[in-house]
Nanobody, 122 residues
Framework: QVQLVESGGGLVQAGDSLRLSCAAS????????MAWFRQAPGKEREFVAS????????YYRESVKGRFTISRDNAKTTVYLQMNSLKPEDTAVYYC???????????????WGQGTQVTVSS
């Protein structure tokens, strides 16, 4: 069955870095756009970044541009999110998701992971 398993979250201080990983299985990974979303306490889930099937087209939400980098390894069926210069407002549960479409809305994505907690202290 389809599985997306996130890892790499944790508790860090402002300014630190984390690298999230999402291991995919059960579907043709290279045929799907991959994305990261996040959900902070009391807020709606929001788009963070996405990468096209080949890795050649990447999009970020404005607040993470220059700090976060999304990448993928189709041979390892894994997508990554390198997060640098973390801020307290980055605190959230981070989810990876897979889509056959192009989009940044939750409804565009077919498969979801369970999420990994990222907490940034000031």
């Amino acid at each position: 069955q389809v599985q997306l398993v996130e890892s790499g979250g944790g508790l860090v201080q402002a300014g630190d870095s984390l690298r999230l990983s999402c291991a995919a299985s059960g579907f043709t990974f290279s045929s799907y756009r991959m994305a990261w979303f996040r959900q902070a306490p009391g807020k709606e889930r929001e788009f963070v970044a996405s990468v096209s099937r080949s890795g050649g087209s990447i999009y970020y939400r404005e607040s993470v541009k220059g700090r976060f980098t999304i990448s993928r390894d189709n041979a390892k069926t894994t997508v990554y999110l390198q997060m640098n210069s973390l801020k307290p407002e980055d605190t959230a549960v981070y989810y990876c998701a897979a889509s056959r479409l192009f989009g940044s809305q939750e409804r565009d994505y077919d498969y979801w992971g369970q999420g990994t907690q990222v907490t940034v202290s000031s």
